[in-house]
């Protein structure tokens, strides 16, 4: 399987402690499937975009799966939705601009929460107290006290929920994880994940104006700060301010950093730095273009790192992970994996490992089952949000340019009120977030 294109990547990427052990299990893909009428499972899907409508055709290649309403405040991408819904399906599912009322109907059972990141807490929430179960885009929130208060829903109203970051259904990097936990590569002091992307390029500086007629912004604004609309805030953008997103820092480090965690334990991080800013890009975007963040955890050295405008990334890869032993290193990404020997050392053959298929499917099939067998998914929201804080953890080092020291047990700061300010939100009224703690 060749590395992802940009344009394939972006399709997967943006389209597509309470009650287990984190990374307790592996789908297998020849997970049983259950098709009778009996066993159907109601879809609502909020957020309509190219992010949702790949997660509903995904969810559609289970034969058990209707959807009788879809909700976008684009009406634009709402009827996009509505046509995969026919073709798919042969029914025409209703359109509405608001979730709630996705989450007020009776035929529903399951929730796509597809929205922007700003958004990604409080329909989940919401569709816990309506006893909808619940898949949601990564990151798991917008800021850590958000997962937390998602995760306070889901225990209190016995909800499956999972997030959609699917590499752990992948028997592939299953395989490789297991090699690095068998201690062939030595100790394994250091990890890395980096994402070095030519395709972004600046998206220019475009006046405010009014927002289309078709768009609910105000909706779509929704808990975030009222401001005039900007093209460049909307949509796929989105991702690069501050106000609904966390950049390439949370966009793509949750799916590389979960990997690394997945192989080196739940541990938490003890401490975090991080350095970077905007030094290509000339446009109105607020994360920054150029980010190296490292932390310190109890037995080794995580490292993230990305660049834009640039794809030559470490070990000739654009983007990926590493684990480095004593040994050898082991690196991978979708392309496959391999290992390589250290020098000096002969007790590795270095060796090059296939990639295997799209995980996405085994994933959403997961949740399927989990749905109706009311088993802990593959990727439950305390896994979910402890990766996500560790990528939060790396924004936060850098917008308060401090070494943070992180106390996992009140998931704060230690010692930093500007950095615990920011990994809480704040809500534009009248939007208010249930189980919000403190």
């Not at 078709?214 to 796929?236: C, I, K, Q, S, T």
């Not at 955890?297 to 004593?326: A, D, Q």
């Not at 298929?357 to 990727?379: C, M, Y």
Request: glycine share 8%; charged share 25%; net charge positive.
């Amino acid at each position: 399987m060749h590395t992802l294109s940009r344009r394939r990547f972006l399709r997967d990427t943006a389209r597509a402690t309470a009650t287990a052990p984190l990374w307790t299990g592996l789908l297998l893909a020849n997970s049983p499937r259950l098709s009778a009428a009996a066993d159907r499972v109601r879809v609502g899907l909020i957020g309509a975009g190219g992010m949702g409508r790949g997660d509903l055709a995904t969810f559609f290649l289970n034969p058990e799966v209707e959807c009788p309403i879809v909700c976008d405040v684009d009406d634009r991408q709402c009827a996009e939705a509505v046509k995969l819904v026919q073709e798919k399906r042969g029914n025409a599912p209703a359109c509405v601009r608001d979730f709630r009322r996705v989450l007020e109907r009776q035929d529903v059972d399951v929730v796509i929460v597809a929205t922007p990141d700003h958004w990604h807490a409080l329909p989940t929430v919401l569709a816990c107290q309506a006893g909808k179960d619940v898949y949601v885009e990564k990151p798991l929130a917008l800021t850590i006290a958000e997962g937390r208060a998602m995760i306070e829903a889901a225990r209190r109203h016995q909800r499956i929920c999972q997030m959609g970051a699917q590499r752990p259904s992948s028997p592939t990097y299953a395989q490789a994880i297991e090699f690095v936990k068998s201690g062939q590569l030595g100790t394994v002091g250091l990890v890395r994940a980096w994402a070095y992307l030519d395709w972004i390029r600046p998206i220019g500086n475009p006046p405010d104006t009014t927002a289309p007629a078709e768009v609910d912004y105000d909706l779509w604004l929704g808990p975030a700060p009222r401001r005039p609309f900007n093209p460049n805030r909307f949509h796929f953008n989105f991702r690069w301010f501050w106000d609904y997103a966390g950049g390439l820092m949370t966009d793509w480090g949750v799916h590389l950093i979960q990997v690394l965690l997945w192989a080196m334990g739940p541990e938490p991080p003890r401490a975090v730095m991080s350095s970077g800013g905007k030094y290509v890009l000339e446009d109105n975007s607020e994360t920054p273009d150029t980010q190296l963040t490292i932390y310190e955890f109890p037995k080794y050295t995580l490292v993230w790192e990305h660049k834009v405008g640039v794809g030559l990334g470490l070990y000739n890869r654009p983007w990926g992970m590493s684990f480095t032993g004593t040994e050898g290193t082991l690196v991978i990404n979708d392309s496959g994996w391999e290992i390589l020997r250290e020098p000096t050392k002969d007790s590795l053959e270095p060796k090059k490992f296939p990639a295997g298929a799209d995980p996405r499917p085994a994933h959403v099939r997961n949740f399927l089952d989990s749905v109706k067998s009311r088993k802990t998914p593959v990727e439950p929201l305390d896994v979910g949000h402890h990766v996500s804080t560790v990528a939060h953890l790396g924004n936060l080092a850098l917008r308060t340019g401090r070494k943070l020291r992180w106390d996992p047990t009140a998931e704060k700061v230690i010692d930093d009120a500007a950095a615990n300010a920011l990994a809480r939100p704040r809500y534009r009224k009248p939007w208010r977030l249930p189980y919000l703690a403190g």
